[in-house]
T-cell receptor, first 116, second 114 residues
């Protein structure tokens, strides 16, 4: 199988606080992980590409200082939303590519962030 | 910049009918993906199409890819209520290869009525 987990599945925080979201590949090694954001009733938007042991590559318009990404191992990437504001409320979904195969991305279950 | 366009964006159909969702993309890519999303859930992979002329079928769904026309289709045969969901197509954002993040279409919200 190819299972990707995310934690937490949902989080509510106050404006100005930071929130960390974890993305783990449970049964495979992932050299590359991706972070997407989905606003209600909209499509997924790629935020950044995360490669193990190197700096993440951010898409145009995504603030790297606000969305900190760390890919510390071949099975874990984290996204930290710093100084969160209500407009950051969204569904954050990660995906991972197997080290030995580039044909498919495996998506996590998503994390719903609500900033009050 | 890659653009992925789906149509229709909304589709209401009756059980037992057939219909096709279209996905056009603007730059060269050798692969195309289809996903299903249920409300409040993440994505479920439906099809991975990796070459021109690729055709895959799973149950009442069939997907095809024409890389020359930059067109993929998702065909629904004899629709049933359980197929009600939002369907997304996606293509690699940059090089067209498997190591890219994906650019998604806006999604087709499908409602199948008894």
């Amino acid at each position: 199988g190819a299972v990707v987990s995310q934690h937490p599945s949902w989080v509510i925080c106050k404006s100005g606080t930071s929130v960390k979201i974890e993305c783990r590949s449970l049964d495979f090694q992932a050299t590359t992980m991706f972070w997407y954001r989905q606003f209600p009733k909209q499509s997924l938007m790629l935020m950044a590409t995360s490669n193990e042991g190197s700096k993440a590559t951010y898409e145009q318009g995504v603030e790297k200082d606000k969305f900190l990404i760390n890919h510390a191992s071949l099975t874990l990437s984290t996204l930290t939303v710093t100084s969160a504001h209500p407009e950051d409320s969204s569904f954050y979904i990660c995906s991972a590519i197997k080290r030995e195969g580039l044909d498919e991305q495996f998506f996590g279950p998503g994390t719903r962030l609500t900033v009050l | 910049e890659l653009k992925v366009e789906q149509n229709p964006l909304f589709l209401s159909m009756q059980e037992g009918k057939n219909y096709t969702i279209y996905c056009n993309y603007s730059t060269t890519s050798d692969r195309l993906y289809w996903y299903r999303q249920d409300p409040g859930k993440s994505l479920e992979s439906l099809f991975v199409l990796l070459s021109n002329g690729a055709v895959k079928q799973e149950g009442r769904l069939m997907a095809s890819l024409d890389t020359k026309a930059r067109l993929s289709t998702l065909h629904i045969t004899a629709a049933v209520h359980d197929l009600s969901a939002t369907y997304f197509c996606a293509a690699p954002s940059y090089s067209g290869g498997g190591a890219d993040g994906l650019t998604f279409g806006k999604g087709t919200h499908l409602i199948i009525q008894p």
